[in-house]
């Protein structure tokens, strides 16, 4: 899901204009402060049907009094909307101190009975804090570029594990023309609702991978396990056969190709790929879903042929070099990288090929 969190320097947005699944309003800070726009905000996300939550940035001014402020302030909310610790790690008067935080998580239990979520830069969050007292992770990092638009799969994704991503400080969505902090939760809206009604991060959301003779899998702390069905895993997605064992390599699911890591391959084992893979010296493309592509794609502005299940010359997705006969046109694939362009790419234009030239108009096909 993606979402947006907002404070007062947000105090003009109109959410009805956000396309966004939920909203985290800032609600207070230290012991006195409400953020002048937070009624307005979370009502009118209340209102506007987004999932909710509420935010209480840690200053440093005393655990209990902050605590007991923030859930004083957010208690119509609570049930509804999830609450949430803003530590800044290096940003407060109780500067870097975890055990000050541990006391405003636990005193903050003892007013709701709900355990809050914590927000912290990956740098500095308080990973053995969130998993003793089963808070929900929402951690920030970005990729450093200046501007930042709505990512479906954010830069380090599947890194670390977390509840909630949040991947830029300056982003843009249609809307809203300032900048907006953009989020993406790895929740279920029913996941939402049940962590804001008081349900730790445990059972279904932070699962346990083991390792066993056969391969990996994973227990939910609940003891049941997946089977069968994909499941969202830090930030990855993978399958999980019919005894709950994580597949690996190429599995056809529904009818789609998709290929699952291997040990050594650089990325988590058993997570499912995207982009271009190459095994057995061909190479394919995986959109961004995991399936396999077939027939004609267009990649980074360059169009490719991907053998279909009934060309017989490769494998079914291999890209395909060299001449092309297509439906009574013939086309040219680059059969390696050329300058900027690269292997397999169709070429257009006036070419000299093996000593011979020829034209090819705009869609590829020999003139």
Same mark, same amino acid.
């Given at each position: 899901?993606?979402?947006?969190?907002?404070?007062?320097?947000? *105090?003009?947005?109109?959410?009805?204009?956000?396309?966004?699944?939920?909203?985290?309003?800032?609600?207070?800070?230290?012991?006195?402060?409400?953020?002048?726009?937070?009624?307005?905000?979370?009502?009118?996300?209340?209102?506007?049907?987004?999932?909710?939550?509420?935010?209480?940035?840690?200053?440093?001014?005393?655990?209990?009094?902050?605590?007991?402020?923030?859930?004083?302030?957010?208690?119509?909310?609570?049930?509804?909307?999830?609450?949430?610790?803003?530590?800044?790690?290096?940003?407060? !008067?109780?500067? *870097?101190?975890?055990?000050?935080?541990?006391?405003?998580?636990?005193?903050?239990?003892?007013?709701?009975?709900?355990?809050?979520?914590?927000?912290?830069?990956?740098?500095?969050?308080?990973?053995?804090?969130?998993?003793?007292?089963?808070?929900?992770?929402?951690?920030?990092?970005?990729?450093?570029?200046?501007?930042?638009?709505?990512?479906?799969?954010?830069?380090?994704?599947?890194?670390?594990?977390? !509840?909630?991503?949040?991947?830029?400080?300056?982003?843009?969505?249609?809307?809203?023309?300032?900048?907006?902090?953009? !989020?993406?939760?790895?929740?279920?809206?029913?996941?939402?609702?049940?962590?804001?009604?008081?349900?730790?991060?445990?059972?279904?959301?932070?699962?346990?991978?083991?390792?066993?003779?056969?391969?990996?899998?994973?227990?939910?702390?609940?003891?049941?396990?997946?089977?069968?069905?994909?499941?969202?895993?830090?930030?990855?997605?993978?399958?999980?056969?019919?005894?709950?064992?994580?597949?690996?390599?190429?599995?056809?699911?529904?009818?789609?190709?998709?290929?699952?890591?291997?040990?050594?391959?650089?990325?988590?084992?058993?997570?499912?790929? +995207?982009?271009?893979?190459?095994?057995?010296?061909?190479?394919?493309?995986? *959109?961004?879903?995991? !399936?396999?592509?077939?027939?004609?794609?267009?990649?980074?502005?360059?169009?490719?042929?991907?053998?279909?299940?009934?060309?017989? +010359?490769?494998?079914?997705?291999?890209?395909?070099?060299?001449?092309?006969?297509?439906?009574?046109?013939?086309?040219?694939?680059?059969?390696?990288?050329?300058?900027?362009?690269?292997?397999?790419?169709?070429?257009?234009?006036?070419?000299?090929?093996?000593?011979?030239?020829?034209?090819?108009?705009?869609?590829?096909?020999?003139?």
């Amino acid at each position: 899901m993606q979402g947006i969190d907002i404070s007062h320097w947000q *105090n003009g947005i109109d959410l009805d204009a956000v396309d966004v699944d939920f909203v985290i309003v800032k609600a207070t800070e230290g012991y006195d402060y409400v953020s002048p726009q937070f009624s307005r905000q979370i009502k009118q996300a209340e209102r506007t049907g987004r999932l909710l939550g509420a935010y209480h940035y840690v200053n440093g001014d005393g655990a209990a009094a902050e605590a007991r402020h923030f859930a004083k302030t957010i208690k119509p909310w609570l049930g509804k909307a999830i609450p949430m610790l803003d530590w800044e790690g290096n940003r407060n !008067d109780a500067f *870097n101190d975890v055990r000050y935080l541990e006391k405003v998580v636990k005193a903050f239990i003892d007013e709701t009975g709900i355990v809050p979520f914590i927000y912290a830069s990956r740098y500095y969050y308080p990973w053995s804090l969130a998993e003793k007292y089963g808070c929900g992770k929402w951690v920030a990092q970005y990729d450093g570029t200046k501007r930042a638009y709505r990512q479906s799969s954010p830069a380090f994704e599947g890194e670390f594990v977390c !509840d909630i991503r949040q991947y830029s400080g300056t982003g843009r969505l249609p809307g809203y023309e300032e900048d907006l902090d953009l !989020d993406k939760a790895y929740l279920t809206p029913e996941d939402w609702r049940r962590l804001a009604a008081g349900e730790r991060t445990t059972a279904r959301i932070a699962p346990k991978w083991i390792a066993s003779s056969i391969g990996w899998w994973i227990q939910y702390a609940d003891g049941s396990y997946p089977k069968n069905e994909w499941c969202h895993v830090g930030g990855r997605w993978y399958r999980f056969d019919e005894r709950g064992y994580a597949v690996r390599g190429w599995q056809k699911v529904d009818e789609k190709w998709y290929w699952f890591h291997q040990k050594g391959e650089g990325a988590p084992e058993c997570s499912m790929a +995207t982009g271009w893979l190459k095994r057995g010296g061909w190479w394919y493309y995986l *959109n961004p879903k995991g !399936d396999m592509a077939t027939g004609w794609k267009k990649v980074d502005g360059a169009w490719y042929w991907l053998r279909c299940a009934d060309d017989k +010359t490769g494998p079914e997705g291999s890209m395909a070099t060299g001449w092309l006969k297509l439906d009574g046109n013939w086309y040219y694939l680059r059969p390696s990288r050329v300058g900027g362009f690269p292997e397999g790419s169709m070429v257009t234009g006036r070419r000299i090929i093996d000593g011979t030239s020829y034209v090819f108009d705009g869609s590829g096909a020999l003139v």
